[in-house]
């Protein structure tokens, strides 16, 4: 009677054990832990706000340093200014073309943006979910070319300014990772400008949704998918 009783809990315990690895195995394949997170910038700020025509490209590279923190480095890229402005005289004569003088501004350029993020609140195990705090540095470059034309005499001119700007600041944000891959993060950001170059020359950012007074604080957000890869 022993030895039934015996190899009875054996096989109970036997059961038991092998449930709860097929437990683990199955928990170990559901927590997903990503390093990394390539994204794209979906909206332009400005286009946004102000119309403006621009052609901007906006990446992002995201990698995990610890549990909660992560490494950003964000990049912009593109026409930052676009746009054409006329000035028409001689409304009152009896013309069929009005002359005029037509100013070009093309502004390209390119923004880096490293960021250091703690996601102060997690929403899964995944390491790239949840709202996130952290402080990021912005140095932009910013070549504008200016074109003159007078069609009363035919004048043609042109000259160009290039300008950097370093600020630094701070990022709020939230992160959503969908269906393990899948990633939508949106983030707002407050700089201080520390530098411009050249110093005699007021070059505000034109990345910007907000921009103080003085020039000295400037607002900017990112909408942004990507895609998180690595285990």
């Known amino acids: 009677m022993h030895r039934y009783i015996a190899i009875f ?17 199955i928990s170990q394949q559901d927590t997903i832990y990503r390093k990394y997170a390539i994204k794209l910038r979906v909206l332009s700020t400005n286009e946004l706000v102000t119309n403006i025509s621009r052609q901007i490209i906006g ?17 912009d890229i593109g026409y930052f200014d676009k746009y054409e402005y ?6 009152f004569q009896n013309i069929p073309d009005l002359p005029y003088s037509k100013i070009t501004v093309v502004t390209k350029g390119f923004h880096i943006a490293p960021n250091y993020r703690y996601y102060a609140l997690e929403f899964d195990k995944s390491g790239m979910s949840g709202i996130h ?14 074109d003159y034309f007078d069609s009363r005499t035919g004048e043609y001119s042109s000259n160009n300014q290039s ?8 990022v709020l944000g939230v992160q959503f990772l969908i269906r393990k891959r899948l990633i939508i ?3 707002s950001s407050l700089y201080l ?39």
């Open 133 to 146: 705090i952290g402080g990021s540095a912005d140095m932009h470059y910013y070549y504008t070319n200016y």
């Open 59 to 75: 990446l992002e590279f995201e990698k995990k340093l610890e549990k909660r923190s992560s490494l950003i480095i964000d990049f």
């Open 193 to 231: 400008n520390l530098l411009t170059f050249p110093f005699d020359k007021e070059v505000n950012s034109k990345n910007s949704i907000w921009i103080s007074e003085s020039g000295e604080f400037w607002a900017i957000y990112r909408l942004k998918i990507g895609y998180a890869f690595g285990k």
């Open 185 to 187: 993060d949106f983030s």
């Open 163 to 170: 300008s950097v700007q370093l600020s630094v600041g701070g």
């Open 9 to 25: 809990f054996l096989f109970i315990s036997n059961l038991l054990i092998g449930q709860n690895i097929e437990v683990d195995s």
């Open 86 to 91: 006329y000035k028409y005289y001689d409304f």
